[in-house]
């Protein structure tokens, strides 16, 4: 079985992109590094290695690290690393 799940991209990663999201089809037991690398060889495989390994990700609005089961309907927006000044 597959789900779908809306990712949002956001500053340079939307601008990279193109787009503001993307509705990905993944199978039902999937987690955001299944997500992640999906999106690499696909609409993000533009990103440079060094930017795309720096993602910061949220899942339905809450930020997370590591390997997140994700469910249908999922929202998860990715930016990039923030920089202070």
Do not use: K
Not at 44 to 72: C, E, K, M, T
């Amino acid at each position: 079985m597959t789900m779908l799940v809306t990712v949002q991209y956001f500053a340079s990663v939307r601008e990279a992109r193109g787009e503001a999201s993307d509705s990905i089809e993944l199978r039902d037991d999937a987690d955001t590094t299944v997500l992640l690398n999906a999106l690499r060889a696909g609409p993000l495989a533009i990103l440079d290695d060094a930017l795309f390994d720096r993602l910061l990700v949220a899942v339905n609005q809450s930020v997370v690290s590591g390997a997140v089961r994700l469910n249908a309907d999922d929202e998860v927006a990715l930016f990039p690393p923030m920089t202070g000044g």
